[in-house]
T-cell receptor
Framework: GNSVTQMEGPVTLSEEAFLTINCTYTATGYPSLFWYVQYPGEGLQLLLKATKADDKGSNKGFEATYRKETTSFHLEKGSVQVSDSAVYFCALSDIQGAQKLVFGQGTRLTINP | DGGITQSPKYLFRKEGQNVTLSCEQNLNHDAMYWYRQDPGQGLRLIYYSQIVNDFQKGDIAEGYSVSREKKESFPLTVTSAQKNPTAFYLC???????????????FGEGSRLTVL
């Protein structure tokens, strides 16, 4: 079945550091890929998405490129802020089902000032 | 403002009791979902519903039940048959037409259930 594997956390960085959170997936066909973010005490919010190979999703300074050849969708940001501290989830669409998403286990990111 | 409202935010239950978590949305979305979140395990799908009066089991439906009598509402009952119910429960919704291409889910703020 479809699955998503994320970089183990937690990740702790200093403010203005470069961020990469790795995400790889296993899927049949051509799923869409997503990054969701969960701030403390809240539900998840869509951060960015990509619907086909070589697409780059971007939002709030975060970027991720849909790499079919490496089955990856790594999240990057050039200069992180304290406000980026959150849990980040990589996900893919279940193309066989009814808009079901398959989530990775989440990566907790803490940014220190 | 449109959104998804989950209640209660925190809930304590004694072993052997059933509890019902509420989820209401005013986004006019057709599809609704319940996910369970445990530390280090990400989100796992419990049940989902694409239209009123219809719902499907997700990956971990055992010990849970749902109903979808109204488009706006999708309550989840955690029964005494659920062996390890302590978790954070998230409700979400989507519009199938958009979700087919974007897959975007809109989430509530969650309900934290603790079994004493």
């Amino acid at each position: 079945g479809n699955s998503v594997t994320q970089m183990e956390g937690p990740v702790t960085l200093s403010e203005e550091a470069f961020l990469t959170i790795n995400c790889t997936y296993t899927a049949t066909g051509y799923p869409s890929l997503f990054w969701y973010v969960q701030y403390p005490g809240e539900g998840l919010q869509l951060l960015l998405k990509a619907t086909k190979a070589d697409d780059k999703g971007s939002n709030k300074g975060f970027e991720a490129t849909y790499r079919k050849e490496t089955t990856s969708f790594h999240l990057e940001k050039g200069s992180v802020q304290v406000s980026d501290s959150a849990v980040y989830f990589c996900a893919l669409s279940d193309i066989q089902g009814a808009q079901k998403l398959v989530f990775g286990q989440g990566t907790r990111l803490t940014i220190n000032p | 403002d449109g959104g998804i409202t989950q209640s209660p935010k925190y809930l304590f239950r004694k072993e052997g009791q059933n509890v019902t978590l509420s989820c209401e949305q005013n986004l006019n979305h057709d599809a609704m979902y319940w996910y369970r979140q445990d530390p280090g395990q990400g989100l796992r799908l419990i049940y989902y519903s694409q239209i009123v009066n219809d719902f499907q089991k997700g990956d971990i439906a055992e010990g849970y039940s749902v109903s979808r009598e109204k488009k706006e509402s999708f309550p989840l009952t955690v029964t005494s048959a659920q062996k390890n119910p302590t978790a954070f429960y998230l409700c979400a919704s989507s519009t199938p037409g958009e979700a087919k291409y974007t897959g975007e889910l809109f989430f509530g703020e969650g309900s934290r259930l603790t079994v004493l």
